[in-house]
């Protein structure tokens, strides 16, 4: 190994930032607006600049440790420990470098461990960080967060949403858990970007859409380009003889304007929509249109601590129209009070809605 500095003070979250960076720099994909948000994160703390040198230097010298970078930790611990030159950089507790060199054996060989340690965990990072790691962004109860993926994608998470992260070499893979997202995708066409909503999963390259996961159904809603919607987890089986086959199900192209709604292994036609109601909820509005009132209670449900409850479950298909403040269940219940069929029980932690 060469000279270097290595931060005795390692941060990890930093360190796998700039192993984000050097993967996209190093595979040469990275548009003007990536190149500007670079320079920005580089320039927010001299840490960052560190973390990245370090890691282009690690990945570097990897030839000088094993040419054909298929070391694991044990071997380069054991290089480092009958290593001939006892020279190695730490940083200090007060940021300077401190040179160790010719120290007694066992100190040399801990100091030589410790940077081989550090190398090897940044060179897996740089090598195959994207490979394995599935970061998960979540919100609570009233909660909405906006995010900024790694590729440059923007997410905004409704209230009570969970989608786990996986990025590869050749695509971008959304998990929707839980909730309710809109995705605004930065273009790369060597890597689609994929949103999974159970069974089901929409795949675009550069667009804007919507995915609501329900209890009833997904919906997905297109405000620009155009997404594929599929059913990659299962397959449709066709009588063929005695035997059966496997078909891949089709897939169903929506357009910007429109909407479908993906339920029990099937998908409905792309029909036009009111995007902006579709979306009214990043405003802080909801807006139904003669939806299920079981879907009515889910939506506020994700906003509210004092949860709405459907106590006779015929009432579930009942249908509900009307533009409610998402934090504000109150012209709701006032308006469920003024069915005649209808009764509403209110506690401190329900709102609980019968028949009469």
């Known amino acids: 190994m060469s000279k270097r500095t290595v931060s005795a003070g390692f941060n990890s979250q930093i360190y796998e930032e700039a192993c984000d960076w050097f993967i996209d720099m190093r595979a040469g994909d990275v548009d003007a607006a990536g190149k500007q948000r670079f320079d920005a994160w580089v320039r927010k703390s001299p840490e960052h600049l560190r973390a990245y040198l370090e890691i282009s230097e690690i990945w570097d010298d990897a030839p000088l440790v094993d040419s054909s970078r298929t070391a694991n930790s044990a071997d380069l611990i054991d290089r480092a420990q009958t290593a001939g030159a006892d020279i190695v950089t730490l940083s200090g507790k007060s940021g300077g ?3 160790i060199r010719s120290l007694p054996p066992p100190r040399a060989r801990v100091g030589l461990v410790a940077a081989a340690t550090i190398a090897f965990m940044a060179i ?14 979540s919100t609570g109860i009233g909660e909405q967060r906006s995010i900024v ?16 992260v996986h990025f590869t070499e050749h695509a971008r893979d959304i998990e929707l858990q839980q909730g309710q997202a809109l995705f605004k995708v930065a273009k790369s066409p060597r890597r689609p970007f994929i949103v999974r909503s159970g069974d089901f999963s929409v795949r675009a390259v550069g667009t804007v859409f919507d995915v609501d996961r329900k209890q009833s159904a997904t919906t997905v809603t297109v405000l620009e380009g155009r997404v594929a919607v599929s059913s990659p987890a299962s397959l449709r089986p066709q009588m063929s003889g005695p035997s059966v086959i496997d ?16 339920h029990d292994r099937s998908t409905t036609q792309p029909s036009p929509t009111n995007v902006a109601a579709a979306t009214a909820w990043t405003q802080g509005s909801l807006v139904f249109a003669g939806s299920r009132l079981a879907d009515v209670v889910e939506e506020f449900n994700r906003h ?3 949860q709405l409850v459907i106590g006779e479950p015929s009432l579930a298909d009942m249908r509900i129209s009307g533009v409610y403040a998402s934090t504000d269940p109150a012209l709701l219940v006032r308006f469920l009070r003024e069915q005649p069929a209808l009764s509403v029980e209110e506690t401190e932690s329900t709102i609980v809605i019968g028949a009469r």
């Open 247 to 262: 078909v891949p199900a089709p897939q169903v192209f929506v357009a910007a304007g429109e909407q479908v709604k993906t």
């Open 149 to 164: 993926l790694a590729d440059g994608s923007r997410v905004q998470l409704n209230s009570r949403t969970r989608i786990k």
């Open 124 to 137: 897996g990072l740089a090598v195959g960080y994207q490979m394995w790691r599935e970061p998960t962004y």
């Open 304 to 306: 509210n601590e004092r």
């Open 97 to 99: 470098a401190a040179p």
